[in-house]
Structures are given as C-alpha cells and as structure tokens.
C-alpha cells in the first residue's frame, strides 16, 4: 500500500495560537509543561516526557537541531539558537501557508505581534475573535442585560471588516456545550450574579444563563454575516468537564433553522468523540470538522486511527487541517510534518480500497490541507 505524498502541499492551518517571544526555559520541568494539559505539578517532573508523543517530538527535534536524540541534548541546542530565527525556520520548514490565530490565549503581551511572525514565517496571519473574552469585558462595562447585548451586536456588526476571519467560543471550558435558551429573568440574575463575583475579583464569565444568552446573540450576527464559529470540542485542559465537551450536546445550536447560515467547526477532532463529529459533519450542511495534529498530544497510531475515523464518515470538504499549535513553534511544525503523513497514509488505504482514483486521493490531500479552509473562511479573495 502507497501512502499519498503531501509533503509539498502548504498548510492553511484553520485553528492555532500565537508564539511565545521567549523562548527560553529555565529547566527541563518548564520545558515539558508544554506537551501536557495537566496543571498537576508532578505530571511534568515525573510523567509527561513518557508520553509516546514526547518521545517523537525529540526523536524529530533531534533530526531539526542535528544532534542526539536525548532530551537534555536537544534542549541544549534548542536553546543555542536565537528565538525568533528559530520560530521562522520551524514556521518555513513546516511550509505554512497561513495561519489563523486564536487571540483568546496567549495574552497578546507575551506572543510575537501577527505581522512579526507572518514575516518570519513567510505565510499568512489571519486572526480570529474569542467570543468569552469580549463578552467578559462587556458585561462588566454596560449596565443592564440589553445594554450588554446592544453593545455585544454592535462589537460584532460587522466581523470580516474588523479584521476576523472567524469567531471563536470556549463555552466548552465554562459551562458545556448544551447551550440553551433562558428566560430574561434568569438571564438578568445570572449577569447580577457574574458582577458580584467580579467585584470579589473573578471576572471569568461562567455563569450559564447569562453565558448562553449571550452565545445565542452572537450565533445570530454569525448567521446573518455567515462568519465561522470555531467551538472547542473534546480534549483540553482539566478545566473542562469531558462529558460537556461531547459536540452531541450542541443538537439545540444545530436544529436552530436562524443559525443556519453560521459554519460552526467543530475543533480538535472533538477527541475523543471524533465519530460523533464525523456524524454531525455528515448530516448538517453547516457543520465542518477540524483534525487538529500538534495537541491533543497523541502518539502517531492514536492519529492514524482519528483520521481514518474522519474519513471515514465525514465529507471530504468537510475536513479542515490543523495544529493548534501554542506557545512553542514545535507544536506547529510537527503537526504539519504529522498531519500530511497521517493523511496521506490514511488516503492511500483508500486507494487501495478501491473507494478513491490516485487522482482523487491527491485531491482530497489538499482540500484537508488548505483548499477546504481557504474556502470556507473566504480566504482567497
Ligand atoms: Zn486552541
């Protein structure tokens, strides 16, 4: 069986973050907090490094810098190279076409500025809008529930022309994803309820009827300007209860026929859940899937299987590449380097199968990569 050969096609790479100006670690421990999602001190120091994924990313570091493949020999070659040339040698190496960003996090002090790293990168910066994060900030300014709403519409009239390609909600992290429709009563008390807790210093909005009340408002102005929702699906920090995380919990979203006109791409493969994605995919027109290959932090088998699973169900031009690479310009680079293999791979079976000509299987290749994102976030005008 012959894999596919993608390895010259660029990435349009549909969900990521921005990158550290620093790249420096102070020891092995601050290091390794970037390949987990676990807060637990003792996961970096004892475990993390034994992940199957770890030890691919060091075996692949190690081909980068030239050296051996140990950790504490990559890490020191690592640190030999200036940051910013070796953030634009990954982004280059990685052949990136575009990236799009989601400002949401890191905060925007601690990351290289877009034009910065498209110019290192030699690719594309398109930025999306976190929706919590400017909902936030607008419940706390404006007094009653229809002002905050009045000024949520009027922060999001008009999405592209303020430089969006996208919107992006982590409602998934909050509350979960079976967003529901509330009374303006209960929608009222939850923004007194989010104020009280703001003048005691929290002011993370995750107060559910006031949360969803808000989705709903911003789901509309989608909708009406056909702009891109980006949900967080599945795998994430602990702060996020799993069993909300599952896309099924969005039927409601999806039934709505006003919401129709609003693509909503379900992030991360919705790992584990990636056959529930899949479905949705299959069945409604608006939904679209991300396979994202830098995090979760799987080992290669983990992502051969999600790929073949996507493919398997979902529409071809329903599937979108990813990295959700973060911080570090690794998780970038070598999920670009993972997704044209894993998919190449998984499109070659297909041939095989007799399901896809040679021809098509190439095709497909690309419309994952990048023709299905240049497309759905209007990318090529
Ligand atoms: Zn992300």
Request: hydrophobic share 40%; net charge negative.
């Amino acid at each position: 069986m012959e894999n596919v050969d993608l390895r010259h096609v660029p990435v349009v790479d549909n969900h990521c973050h921005g990158i550290w100006r620093a790249q420096n670690f102070d020891d092995l421990v601050s290091w390794r907090r970037a390949f987990t999602e676990s807060a637990d001190p003792g996961m970096p120091r004892e475990h993390a490094a034994t992940t199957v994924f770890y030890r691919r990313l060091i075996h692949r570091l190690a081909w980068f810098f030239d050296c051996e493949p140990e950790e504490e020999t990559v890490l020191a070659a690592r640190a030999r190279r200036d940051a910013t040339e070796l953030v634009g040698a990954m982004l280059r190496a990685a052949n990136v076409e575009a990236l799009l960003l989601d400002t949401g996090y890191p905060p925007p002090e601690e990351v290289l500025p877009g034009a910065e790293l498209g110019e290192l990168g030699e690719c594309r910066i398109e930025p999306m809008l976190r929706l919590e994060t400017l909902m936030e900030r607008l419940a706390a300014e404006h007094g009653s529930l229809g002002e905050v709403r009045e000024a949520l519409v009027a922060e999001l009239d008009d999405v592209r022309g303020r430089g969006y390609v996208a919107l992006k909600s982590i409602v998934a992290y909050r509350t979960g994803l079976d967003v529901r429709e509330w009374s303006g009563e209960e929608a009222e008390a939850s923004l007194r309820e989010f104020r009280r807790a703001a003048r005691e210093g929290s002011g993370r909005l995750a107060h559910k009827p006031l949360l969803d009340t808000l989705l709903h408002t911003a789901f509309s102005e989608a909708a009406r300007q056909e702009v891109p929702v980006q949900f967080h699906v599945g795998y994430g920090d602990p702060d996020t209860d799993l069993l909300l995380g599952n896309p099924l919990h969005l039927r409601a979203v999806l039934e709505k026929p006003d919401y129709r006109g609003m693509p909503v791409v379900l992030l991360h493969e919705c790992y584990p859940y990636t056959r529930e994605g899949g479905y949705l995919a299959a069945v409604y027109e608006n939904v679209y899937l991300d396979l994202s290959y830098g995090i979760p932090f799987l080992g290669y088998g983990e992502m051969l299987s999600f790929t073949r699973a996507a493919l398997g169900v979902a529409p071809i031009s329903k599937l979108l590449y990813s990295s959700d690479g973060i911080g570090v310009p690794e998780l970038h680079w070598m999920g670009a380097t993972d997704g044209r293999r894993a998919l190449g791979q998984t499109l070659g079976e297909l041939v095989a199968h007799g399901e896809l000509r040679l021809s098509q299987a190439e095709a497909a290749g690309e419309d994952v990569l990048r023709g299905n994102a240049l497309r759905l976030y209007r990318l090529s005008g």
